[in-house]
């Protein structure tokens, strides 16, 4: 009988649960892998079977992030007798032909196993290689199947980690020397397909309860292996009142549970997770997981559950990495570097080998004496600490940044993002059609979130393309092509068409380009002149946001759960509709990139998306139906310059032979999208 590749259900059981014992018998090699993770990526239509007869002999174990392009394989797995019949290769084939909007396949194997000659055959090739964090810490490498799209933004992704604190429980499961049934949820962890997405950590209270142990082997296993993991070293006072408040909400919300040395411990776990600037705990500890509400509450720190954080590590990792909702209500300070305080700069921004010390000061100071005209540009939190340090200047239509740096602070990695869009912004404004990093030492944050942004390594440093085109593939491509001519790289080919997430990634990394023959849908979104202002600053507030973090990367919206044909990914327009007075609203104001429609509760909803809003619990569930809302996630905002008035709306449809609906969120022709942006940016 011939082997047939199945896409598995969440309530086909049977499959499911041959797949998870057939993966049991290789977790020397898979890495270990729980029942759940199995069902939720079979539930995403990430879980397929290879079947002789009724017997599943292999399968393929694959996620499909929404904020990266391609297909992540977890596990590939055949049946030892069985292989060498093809099933890999069907298995691939079947990857292949139910997601080809996806740019490749992504997979991770230890270089001592001797399968390269394996991923070759299925036509993957090398690309790049990371230490695993397991035991032995191998070597891995890389591996990618293109699957026929641009391959210029195969590598459009950011290399910032989600950092998780452990507690004594799941750091015993991973390195301690005993093991029970429950440690295997703590030891996937470990998987392989984690080790560039997943960075675990401790805090002084681990090091404290491995010092407590009274085994002295045990002890000093366990002590020679927190190496493995990163230390945190939250300041002590600030650990110290963080705490207190979160026993102060156990008392008035659990006042049952004893105030004792216990309950301190797990306190101390959470406020030194918080004040070092992370929000995900993975714990076994029941009264740890029994304080996940107060933890939150007060810390902003979520309590999970090993297998929560292999379950949704994108999620986790977006939610940790980026959050502009915490920038609100604190006294950021954005202002040019004056003469003379470049000394002062020295000690909260770090450098490396000639560019230290005095050295850095001294190249901070000699900008201002080059016939480029530099921008320095600090950015100080309510403190008045610089928290970010970047220096820009137009030369011909290249915006260079010969310096960027970020201080260490909670919010590093969302300011960085900020000041990235920032960069990208000014360059469009300038009329550049590049932005180059060539800071020698910028901060590891930047680095990280590089990638989210098209940067890509050239000439030392880091670039990104500005290619400022909205039209068909072609015309896009040419203006692509003639800039990377330029910079002396090959040159990108679009073809029309494209798959939604293709010209997704195309639109985020060459950001502001559009292009509208792909296959990514447009949608209008009427929104009222109060939240247009709380998400836009439009119509702007007596006391304008500041230009740096007025506009975040990211934000979410909210309305009735009524499906009205909504898709992932998908351009936006905000209408914004009338007001209290006639001056406001009935104009276009902008566009967006929408990244994810989710509809729940309201409670689950703030929950997710808390980090990214300026909805507060009542306002989601004022526009709930039924119990149930809809949120839409979206980013890279642009305001237009000139927005377009109904009136002029209207003339655009109909010159179209469209017409549009102003009432709910509808979708729209790409070309009714195309006319009204350029409409929006039009210069005279």
């Known amino acids: 009988m011939a082997v047939k590749v ?12 041959q797949a998870i014992a057939l993966g049991n018998r290789y977790t020397k090699t898979l890495g270990l892998m729980t029942p759940p993770a199995y069902r939720s990526m079979a539930a995403d239509g990430g879980l397929l079977a290879a079947v002789d007869g009724e017997v599943v002999i292999g399968y393929a174990l694959f996620g499909l992030p929404k904020r990266s392009p391609h297909v992540r394989l977890a596990h590939l797995c055949v049946a030892e007798e069985h292989r060498r019949k093809g099933a890999a290769r069907l298995l691939i084939e079947g990857i292949r032909q139910r997601y080809p909007q996806r740019l490749g396949i992504k997979a991770k194997c230890r270089r001592d196993y001797g399968l390269s000659g394996m991923w070759e055959s299925l036509g993957f090739v090398p690309r790049g290689e990371v230490k695993g964090r397991g035991r032995a810490g191998k070597t891995l490498d890389g591996w990618w199947l293109d699957l026929g799209h641009p391959d210029l933004f195969a590598e459009v992704e950011s290399d910032g980690l989600l950092t998780v604190t452990v507690d004594h429980g799941v750091f015993t499961d991973l390195r301690g020397r005993a093991s029970d049934r429950e440690a295997n949820e703590s030891q996937s962890l470990d998987a392989e397909w984690l080790a560039d997405l997943l960075e675990l950590a401790y805090t002084p209270q681990l090091f404290r309860d491995v010092r ?14 927190l190496h493995r993991l990163r230390q945190l070293s939250p300041r002590s006072e600030g650990v110290a ?30 406020a030194e997770t918080s004040c070092a600037g992370l929000q995900v705990l993975a714990a076994r500890d029941p009264q740890l997981k029994r304080l996940a509400d107060v933890a939150w509450e007060v810390a902003r720190v979520r309590v999970v559950e090993p297998s929560t954080v292999t379950l949704h590590v994108d999620e986790l990792r977006q939610a940790q990495v980026y959050r502009p909702a915490d920038l609100m209500g604190t006294e950021f300070r954005a202002g040019e570097v004056v003469p003379g305080a470049e000394d002062e700069l020295v000690a909260f921004f770090d450098q490396e080998g000639t560019d230290s010390g005095s050295a850095f000061a001294e190249r901070l ?9 530099w921008h320095p540009e600090l950015l100080r939190d309510g403190q008045g600490h610089p928290v970010a340090l970047y220096v820009w200047g137009l030369n011909e239509r290249v915006l260079t940044v010969p310096v960027l740096r970020t201080a260490a602070h909670a919010l590093e990695e969302t300011l960085v993002r900020q000041v990235l869009f920032l960069l990208k912004r000014q360059g469009r404004e300038c009329g550049a ?6 800071d020698p030492s910028s901060s590891p944050a930047a680095q990280a ?3 989210d942004d098209g940067f890509f390594r050239h000439g030392g440093g880091l670039s990104a393309l500005l290619v400022d085109a909205c039209g068909t593939a072609d015309e896009v491509g040419s203006t692509a092509q003639r800039i990377a001519r330029e910079l002396g790289l090959e040159e990108p080919e679009l073809r029309p068409g494209l798959p939604a997430e293709v010209a997704s990634t195309v639109e985020r990394a060459w950001w502001p380009a559009k292009v509208m023959d792909s296959r990514m849908p447009s949608f209008l979104v009427p929104i009222k002149p109060r939240w247009s202002t709380e998400l836009f600053n439009v119509p702007a507030t ?11 990367r990211e934000h979410v919206y909210y309305r009735s759960s009524g499906r009205r044909g909504e898709s992932t990914p998908a351009r936006l327009l905000w209408y914004m509709s009338s007001g209290d007075s006639k001056q406001e609203g009935q104009q276009v104001i902008g566009s967006s990139r929408l990244d994810e429609v989710v509809i729940d509760t309201p409670e689950v909803l703030f929950a997710k998306f808390e980090h990214l809003g300026v909805y507060g619990l009542p306002e989601i569930q004022a526009v709930a139906t039924s119990g149930q809302a809809m949120a839409l996630r979206f980013s890279d905002t642009e305001i237009f310059p000139r927005p377009v008035v109904r009136e002029r709306l209207d003339s655009l449809a109909k010159s179209l032979g469209l017409t549009c609906s102003l009432i709910s969120l509808s979708k729209i022709s790409n070309a009714l999208f195309q006319a009204v942006y350029q409409e929006g940016h039009r210069r005279t």
């Open 6 to 17: 199945l896409s598995v259900k969440e309530s086909q059981d049977e499959l499911i649960d």
């Open 433 to 438: 059609e590049v932005v180059r990093i060539t």
């Open 212 to 225: 407590d142990i009274a085994d002295d082997g045990e002890r000093q296993h366990q002590r020679a292996a």
């Open 449 to 451: 979130a590089a990638g």
């Open 365 to 373: 100071r000699s900008l201002r004496e080059d016939r480029v005209v």
């Open 542 to 552: 007596l006391l304008p946001r500041s230009d740096l973090l007025g506009i975040s």
């Open 241 to 270: 009142e963080c705490r207190d408040r979160l026993l102060a909400a156990v008392r008035e919300t659990q006042s049952e549970l004893p105030v004792d040395d216990r309950l301190r411990r797990s306190l101390q776990y959470v």
